[in-house]
Nanobody
Framework: QAQVVESGGGLVQPGGSLRLSCAASGFTFSSAAMSWYRQAPGKERELVGISTRDGSNTIYADSVKGRFTISRDNAKSTVYLQMNSLKPEDTAVYYC???????????WGQGTQVTVSS
């Protein structure tokens, strides 16, 4: 059973940092493009960033560029989202998405809450 599980969310003050993890299982992690999305209350889910299968290329939303970094450890089947200089508007549920190659299926995690507040 393919799945991804996020962890690492919590409450952080503005300007602080947080690192989210997404552990994958049930599929070949190195064949999957891995993405982070977020959904704030009352808003649609939006893309935060995407990491290519080998991690050689990463694309970020303009709103997080320069503050967030996606990295992946294919040996651990885990992708990370390092979030620095957090702002209140970064408050959202953060989701991990896996899109393995050669399959139409995509796998979403259950999400982890990030709250940026003083």
């Amino acid at each position: 059973q393919a799945q991804v599980v996020e962890s690492g969310g919590g409450l952080v003050q503005p300007g602080g940092s947080l690192r989210l993890s997404c552990a994958a299982s049930g599929f070949t992690f190195s064949s999957a493009a891995m993405s982070w999305y977020r959904q704030a209350p009352g808003k649609e889910r939006e893309l935060v960033g995407i990491s290519t299968r080998d991690g050689s290329n990463t694309i970020y939303a303009d709103s997080v560029k320069g503050r967030f970094t996606i990295s992946r450890d294919n040996a651990k089947s885990t992708v990370y989202l390092q979030m620095n200089s957090l702002k209140p508007e970064d408050t959202a549920v953060y989701y991990c998405k896996a899109k393995p190659r050669f399959t139409p299926n995509a796998y979403w995690g259950q999400g982890t809450q990030v709250t940026v507040s003083s």
